[in-house]
């Protein structure tokens, strides 16, 4: 066989290689990179569409039920399975010269136009939120800050019909240089900074805008996360939570008894995929205010955490033991609080208790 056959052989093999793992990453599922983060409370828009479609991301009734994520998913899946990459670099700070208006929910079209479609206009799915609230940001590389910045848009603005601008953002809180050894979470696979957030008199829809600048390299996350303002000063406990399962996902449930006093708990799966699952927990106050509470969710099988937000989550055997966190442990009669995990398995029906303090 001649060298120019081999050689031509090759290149034909190459190119056919080449063209098997394009379509390969177009559409096969693969897991969420390893590094860098996003907000995961309240779900920026593409870790929303991630976490509500991630395991069915085909489903033909994204169309009709969830039109902005469907839009998104069919403009590049990669943006929502690569939910943690939407940064930008080398902008010193200077971001509303790097990003112009219309453009805040892609970082200016980042990654080569890659999350273009979260500067989609329209109504995108909004998590319900108090005034004050938890703004929930995971860095999985544990970059640590340098600052971070979160806004949220004027009453005045409807994102439902107009696209997002500088000026429609008003700064509410600023967290400044914090290392990941201090963030408030320290999980297997990464770190959280939970940030609460306070804001008066405000209902109906918003953005929450937050910009991360890890400290590693200058190098700034942004995302946009919709919300809707239920006009309270505490959780409302008929609120969805961020994790919480869209309203046609089946999913398996366990709850304790509603107690007189004390605390019940109710668990629930908000999606699932090849090898995790994601849950939501609520905890619910009996008819006495409770100072604090703890939840064990005890399984048939040995469960591995990786990672947790809203309490503090430690799995020992066949059980996870959470604890409420320092925002959200003091409840009224009847008043509720939510928390998540990420757990590697297949999720089953646990037997769940839950005692206050």
Same mark, same amino acid.
């Given at each position: 066989?001649?060298?120019?056959?081999?050689?031509?052989?090759?290149?034909?093999? /190459?190119?056919?290689?080449?063209?098997?793992?394009?379509? @390969?990453?177009? %559409?096969?599922?693969?897991?969420?990179?390893?590094?860098?983060?996003?907000?995961?409370?309240?779900?920026?828009?593409?870790?929303?569409?991630?976490?509500r479609w991630g395991d069915k991301f085909q489903a033909p009734e994204m169309a009709t039920?969830?039109?902005?994520?469907?839009?998104?998913?069919? @403009?590049?899946?990669?943006?929502?399975?690569?939910w943690n990459g939407l940064f930008r670099e080398g902008v010193a700070g200077n971001h509303? /010269?790097?990003?112009?208006?219309?453009?805040?929910?892609?970082?200016?079209?980042?990654? &080569?136009?890659?999350?273009?479609?979260?500067?989609?206009?329209?109504?995108?799915? /909004?998590?319900?939120? @108090?005034?004050?609230?938890?703004?929930?940001?995971?860095?999985?590389?544990?970059?640590? /800050?340098?600052?971070?910045?979160?806004? %949220?848009?004027?009453?005045?603005? &409807?994102?439902? =019909?107009?696209?997002?601008?500088?000026?429609?953002?008003?700064?509410?809180?600023?967290?400044?240089?914090?290392?990941? $050894?201090?963030?408030?979470?320290?999980?297997? &696979?990464?770190?959280?900074?939970?940030?609460?957030?306070?804001?008066?008199?405000?209902?109906?829809? $918003?953005?929450?805008?937050t910009i991360w600048q890890a400290s590693h390299l200058d190098q700034s996350y942004y995302?946009?996360?919709?919300?809707?303002?239920?006009?309270?000063?505490? !959780?409302?406990?008929? +609120? !969805?939570?961020?994790? +919480?399962?869209?309203?046609?996902?089946?999913? !398996?449930?366990?709850?304790?008894?509603?107690?007189?006093?004390?605390?019940?708990? $109710?668990?629930?799966?908000?999606?699932?995929?090849?090898? $995790?699952?994601?849950?939501?927990?609520?905890?619910?106050?009996?008819?006495?205010?409770?100072?604090?509470?703890?939840?064990?969710?005890?399984?048939?099988?040995?469960?591995?955490?990786?990672?947790?937000?809203?309490?503090? %989550?430690?799995?020992?055997?066949?059980?996870?033991?959470?604890?409420?966190?320092?925002?959200?442990?003091?409840?009224?009669?009847?008043?509720?609080?939510?928390?998540?995990?990420? @757990?590697?398995?297949?999720?089953? =029906?646990?037997?769940?208790?839950?005692?206050? %303090?």
């Amino acid at each position: 066989m001649t060298t120019h056959v081999v050689r031509k052989k090759f290149l034909i093999s /190459a190119v056919i290689a080449a063209l098997v793992a394009t379509l @390969a990453v177009l %559409v096969t599922p693969t897991s969420p990179a390893a590094a860098h983060g996003n907000v995961i409370g309240p779900a920026s828009r593409n870790y929303g569409c991630f976490q509500r479609w991630g395991d069915k991301f085909q489903a033909p009734e994204m169309a009709t039920e969830d039109p902005m994520c469907y839009q998104a998913w069919q @403009a590049d899946p990669q943006a929502m399975w690569n939910w943690n990459g939407l940064f930008r670099e080398g902008v010193a700070g200077n971001h509303q /010269a790097a990003i112009p208006d219309g453009q805040l929910c892609s970082a200016g079209k980042t990654q &080569n136009g890659r999350y273009a479609a979260m500067d989609a206009i329209g109504d995108w799915k /909004a998590t319900t939120v @108090a005034n004050s609230f938890t703004l929930n940001l995971f860095d999985g590389a544990r970059h640590g /800050a340098d600052y971070i910045r979160v806004y %949220v848009t004027k009453p005045s603005y &409807n994102p439902v =019909t107009t696209a997002l601008k500088w000026s429609d953002l008003d700064l509410v809180k600023e967290v400044p240089n914090t290392p990941a $050894a201090q963030w408030t979470e320290q999980l297997s &696979n990464g770190v959280q900074m939970d940030i609460p957030v306070s804001l008066s008199g405000r209902s109906g829809r $918003a953005v929450v805008y937050t910009i991360w600048q890890a400290s590693h390299l200058d190098q700034s996350y942004y995302f946009c996360s919709d919300v809707n303002f239920s006009g309270t000063t505490s !959780p409302s406990p008929t +609120s !969805p939570s961020p994790t +919480s399962p869209s309203p046609t996902s089946p999913s !398996p449930t366990a709850s304790t008894p509603a107690p007189s006093g004390g605390c019940s708990a $109710a668990v629930s799966v908000a999606s699932q995929w090849s090898g $995790a699952y994601q849950a939501t927990v609520t905890v619910t106050a009996g008819a006495a205010a409770v100072k604090g509470w703890a939840v064990t969710l005890t399984y048939g099988a040995a469960q591995t955490v990786q990672q947790s937000w809203n309490a503090t %989550v430690l799995t020992s055997g066949n059980q996870i033991q959470a604890s409420n966190a320092s925002y959200n442990g003091a409840l009224s009669a009847g008043g509720s609080a939510t928390f998540g995990f990420i @757990a590697t398995g297949t999720p089953s =029906t646990p037997a769940v208790t839950c005692s206050a %303090v």
